[in-house]
């Protein structure tokens, strides 16, 4: 297997943000903002036990594997029929807790022979409405690849899995990238872009779930880079570490979507990922040893507030995030 294929995120993401068009950052605030960040927030969460499933040894590698299988879809979510108060991610995750506590873990092979009837159902969500039919859909090819590679490469066992990778979180993305929803790889120019967002954050997400031990303990966990999505680049734009181009500020504001695999969005991602590495750097020359999974924490976080709430933030319906 190739090695380092995290820092091959690094590297990419850096060369998009130096040719970047309709995303900049703003390089001479970057000591600044660094500097104002609270450091103490960047350290790693707790998942929610109200919409995990926690605490239940082999059978919490299952649900992580199988919720970050499904871990996409923020271009859907304003159409996803929500439970109260939830997000759509959490909508998601406690629906598959739900089904965990009633059912037990979903076995590789119910999850190659799983329908998009079987997904509307775990989920709440009705196939008459075609943008979440389709995410439906999406979501049942996942589970179905997902089985399907258990079956053919670890004898259905996610704990095979886990333990293929040998405690290092770049080894775990290159075992997932083999599934086609977790390559999470773009063309940009002549360039290929990883971002591979829900590999590195299902390894995070394992160590979360076991405390740093046992199937969650990873070697190499400090050199995940951020989980690109559409939530840390919003952070930063409304912070001003990032400034997208008129045309496409114009686009976001107006709720239209931003497609897949354009320039536009490539960029959003890439300088959000090369933005934090710069934070980071700048933080550790101050001497705070903060990593970008903490970093990505700590801008989730924010954007939970009103303020940022209230700012419309791009949307892509993909299967990266």
């Known amino acids: 297997m190739k090695s380092n294929i995290i820092e091959d995120v690094r590297t990419a993401c850096q060369a998009v943000a130096e040719k970047a068009i309709h ?11 660094a500097s104002s960040l609270p450091v103490q927030e960047a350290v790693y969460p707790e998942l929610d036990p109200q919409s995990h499933y926690l605490d239940r040894g082999n059978d919490t590698i299952a649900f992580i594997v199988t919720l970050d299988s499904i871990n996409f ?78 079956l053919e490469n670890f004898n259905g066992s996610f704990v095979n899995l886990v333990e293929s990778a040998s405690s290092s979180a770049d080894r775990l993305v290159q075992l997932l990238i083999k599934m086609p929803y977790f390559k999470d790889v773009e063309s940009y120019d ?38 690109a999505d559409n939530l840390v680049p919003h952070v930063l734009r409304v912070d001003e570490i990032l400034f ?16 897949t695999g354009s320039h536009e969005e490539i960029e959003i991602r890439a300088c959000a990922v090369h933005a934090v590495e710069l934070l ?17 924490f700590l801008l989730w976080n924010r954007g939970q507030q009103p303020h940022y709430k209230r700012i419309p933030r791009h949307r892509t319906r993909t299967v990266f995030y």
Not at 23 to 33: G, Q
Not at 244 to 259: S, V
């Open 280 to 296: 980071k750097e700048e933080l550790r020359k101050a001497g705070h040893f903060v990593t970008s999974l903490g970093l990505d």
């Open 190 to 227: 002549n360039l290929k872009v990883p971002f591979y967002k829900r590999a590195q954050l299902t390894a995070a997400d394992l160590s979360l779930a076991f405390n740093g031990t046992g199937p969650g303990h990873f070697n190499d966990l400090d050199r995940l880079t951020i989980f």
């Open 244 to 259: 997208y181009e008129k045309t496409l500020l114009n686009r976001i504001d107006a709720g239209k979507l931003i497609p």
């Open 23 to 33: 995303v900049r950052i703003n390089y001479d605030l970057i000591p600044h903002y």
């Open 73 to 150: 879809g923020s271009g859907y979510f304003p159409h996803l029929h929500k439970r109260p108060d939830m997000s759509g991610y959490f909508t998601v995750a406690s629906s598959l807790n739900d089904y965990f506590k009633k059912h037990g873990p979903i076995s590789a092979n119910e999850l190659r022979s799983m329908t998009i009837e079987d997904c509307a159902k775990i989920f709440n969500q009705d196939l008459n409405n075609r943008p979440v039919n389709e995410l439906m859909q999406l979501f049942t090819t996942a589970l179905n690849d997902l089985g399907r590679y258990l």
